[in-house]
């Protein structure tokens, strides 16, 4: 089959979940003609090619190895981590927008953890309140669960005019206006039938 044939190519720039400059990788054929050649990120590899990205290669491998082990020490710090967001939401508990995967890195980012958009794993955008499981995944071999909580910006509860019973279902609660004025518009009503009917 011709979407299993693999080709050999050098990176000339390093590519997330495949490799960096320097690197020979093999690759399917699809994904070489598709991107990488026409981004200019591979070439045909020869030694000669190998040999002026060697000092790019050096660089690259020590960025390389610096970013593993700052994402490792990432990683170690998450384990046990909750993280709460605050929400508008409905009296269902449904929210007035969804969590992505930029509110929860944005979130992280503001308690001191250094995580892109890309390492969040969010099969789809949260739409209720309550706590789900997301995975913080680095490259291939590096993730930990994180608990998201989502609670509502306030307390169902407290919200105007909104009560519920012990199931959580809402308790309408209609407003009485006040009636100072209304027997005496009642007995004025009530005089002019009167007359009227006499004067019949």
Not at 28 to 54: F, S
Not at 61 to 81: P, T
Not at 137 to 164: H, S, Y
Not at 166 to 177: A, M, P, R, S
């Amino acid at each position: 089959m011709a979407s299993t044939r693999r080709i050999e190519l050098l990176l000339t720039a390093n590519v997330e979940n495949l490799g960096i400059v320097g690197d020979v990788v093999r690759v399917r054929m699809g994904h070489a003609r598709n991107y990488l050649l026409p981004m200019g990120v591979a070439e045909i590899p020869t030694q000669e090619k190998m040999d002026a990205l060697a000092e790019q290669r050096e660089v690259a491998l020590k960025e390389y190895e610096s970013n593993r082990a700052e994402q490792a020490s990432i990683i170690e710090k998450l384990e046990g981590i909750t993280l709460t967001l605050s929400r508008s939401a409905n009296d269902q508990g449904g929210l007035y927008g969804s969590v992505t995967q930029r509110d929860i890195a944005d979130a992280l980012i503001e308690n001191g953890f250094t995580v892109n958009t890309r390492a969040i794993r969010l099969h789809s955008a949260i739409r209720r309140i309550g706590e789900y499981p997301v995975t913080i995944q680095f490259g291939t071999d590096m993730k930990v669960d994180v608990e998201i909580v989502v609670n509502p910006d306030r307390p169902l509860e407290d919200r105007e005019e909104m009560e519920f019973d012990d199931e959580g279902n809402l308790i309408i609660i209609e407003k009485t206006e006040p009636t100072t004025e209304t027997p005496e518009a009642t007995e004025t009503t009530e005089e002019v039938a009167k007359e009227a009917a006499q004067t019949e």
